[in-house]
């Protein structure tokens, strides 16, 4: 094949890739952030900013220095609060005990290939992008199972592997954010929102649960569903044209990946399946009777169960009903057969989960020290009233933030870590200007996803290009990002306008998360 001269677009990318090469870890980059933080406090606080507390009528707040006598005894005294109480540090934790279980006995895998094999062939690419969103649940897993099985699958129809490695690639990180139930991304998100948010008002913070988006991302899920279908079907399939593998034969292997379920595998989903709903019917009774012990009992019906135990238990509750099917499944699959092996399972996810431990350390630094010194109370007022000078407000503010979060997530492959330094400083903001910490998020979430798979950043897209070289020798990073940018643009213009249209409209995001902000 000639090669082809370079674009302007291919140089951007090459540019974002370049730079983003030259970012420290996250790791690394909190602790900078950090340090960064202790200097502006140092520097500012002469200066005598103040403003007043939104939350507090009158009430003036300053700029505390860190590097001061007092400062100094804060950072050595808290380091080990700021750890332990890092708001996703033990939610995640507690989340992934349950999940882990469900991911290592072959649980979580068997129910994404039982799916995808099962459904009729006309709606296999439809099945594959769904999948891929709702593979969510089980945090990193979809990437490592439905990508390459996409691509088994489209070979063995006798249609281009890239395209169906495509559309589950889009379903697994573009729709990283929609889902029909709650995972850890709820979770994780969810906790440094509501630090971020009591900030500014303590006492909302404290009406806030970690569902705040679940009407949306469930609707999404059916949205992006038809998108990542469309843009297969439409724009991918005809752009990649008919494939032939090496010598004009398909690759050697297809048919056994594709020979479905093992007898006892369907045994163990079966089983499984009673068990999660076992679990379902006890979890509804310890929330829908009367007097139950996980409801609320003040206002009507739905204050009773949106304002209630059961919306600050929901971590437990996740994990438990990943926990038991996965613990059923294990047994009659043999996956498990004694305590022994529970607990090693249990130890290995807690072992994959060691980066994002030592990650909470430096950034429960990071923002302990922000919100200690008010830099980001300061910030958010500052802030607020920039916007409202330029009269940015409304839609035209929203599409704003989707932009520059998009941009991030170009360098910043880690959305923990980006919602990390970015939630203390925009949640207020738009806090001031009237709109809702659930919807701040939302925005956040849009963006995040979409452009995932465009990024070489993201921590699975080398290992995408590995699947795809199985196919196309020279498949590049470039190629990759060619692929797979329809899908982003797509993603990301539909699911803004859904979101706008969900502004418009003034639907609740989730159970007790209103669209805007009163203050």
């Known amino acids: 094949m000639e090669k082809q001269r370079k674009g302007v677009f291919q140089r951007f990318l090459d540019g974002v890739e370049f730079i983003g090469n030259k970012l420290p870890h996250p790791i690394t980059l909190f602790a900078i952030l950090a340090g960064i933080v202790l200097i502006l406090s140092a520097a500012l606080q002469p200066l005598g900013i103040s403003v007043e507390h939104p939350g507090e009528d009158g009430e003036m707040v300053e700029i505390n220095n860190l590097l001061n006598a007092e400062g100094l005894k804060y950072i050595f005294g808290s380091m080990t609060d700021n750890f332990i109480g890092f708001a996703p540090l033990g939610v995640v934790l507690v989340t992934m005990l349950g999940i882990g279980v469900a991911e290592r006995t072959g649980l979580i895998s068997a129910l994404l290939r039982g799916f995808v094999l099962s459904i009729p062939r006309r709606f296999i690419t439809v099945g594959l992008v769904f999948a891929g969103i709702m593979s969510s649940v089980a945090s990193d897993a979809g990437y490592v199972v439905l990508p390459p099985l996409g691509a088994l699958i489209f070979a063995a129809m006798g249609r281009h592997p890239l395209a169906g490695l495509a559309a589950a690639f889009a379903g697994v990180s573009a729709g990283f954010s929609a889902n029909l139930v709650l995972s850890g991304t709820d979770v994780m998100l969810g906790e440094l929102t509501i630090a971020a948010a009591s900030t500014i008002d303590p006492a909302y913070a404290e009406t806030m649960n970690i569902a705040m988006n679940w009407f949306f991302i469930a609707a999404s899920v059916f949205v992006l569903t038809f998108l990542g279908s469309w843009v297969t079907e439409r724009v991918v399939v005809p752009r990649l044209g008919t494939y032939k593998g090496e010598d004009g034969e398909d690759d050697e292997g297809n048919n056994n990946a594709l020979e479905g379920l093992k007898p006892v595998e369907k045994k163990g989903l079966i089983f499984s399946g009673i068990s999660l709903l076992v679990g379902l019917i006890l979890t509804a009774l310890l929330i829908l009777p009367e007097n139950a012990p996980l409801r609320g009992t003040e206002g009507n019906y739905m204050d009773q169960i949106i304002q209630s135990p059961f919306m600050s238990s929901l971590v437990p509750i996740i994990a438990i009903l990943f ?32 980066m994002f431990i030592v990650l909470a350390f430096t950034a429960g630094q990071f923002v302990a020290y922000f919100n200690e010194s008010n830099m980001g109370l300061v910030l958010g007022v500052y802030g607020a009233e920039f916007l409202d000078s330029i009269n940015l407000t409304g839609i035209p503010l929203i599409l704003m933030f989707v932009i520059i979060t998009g ?26 200007l009237g709109y809702s910490p659930e919807l701040t998020q939302m925005a956040y979430r849009v963006a995040d996803s979409t452009t995932n798979i465009i990024t070489p950043l993201m921590t699975y897209f080398a290992i995408i290009i590995a699947f795809a070289q199985k196919y196309d020798k020279k498949m590049g990073i470039g190629t990759m990002i060619s692929v797979m940018l329809p899908y982003s643009i797509y993603f990301l213009v539909g699911w803004t306008i859904m979101l706008v249209i969900w502004m418009l409209l003034g639907t609740p995001l989730g159970p007790g998360s209103p669209i805007q902000y009163g203050g």
């Open 323 to 354: 926990f038991i099917p996965g613990l059923v499944y294990g047994m009659v699959t043999k996956t498990i057969r004694n305590d022994k092996d529970v607990a090693a399972q249990m130890t290995d996810t807690m072992a994959s989960m060691g």
């Open 407 to 432: 941009f991030i997530n170009l360098f910043i492959g880690s959305a923990s870590a980006k919602w990390a330094m970015m939630a203390p400083i925009f949640v207020p903001i738009m806090m001031q």
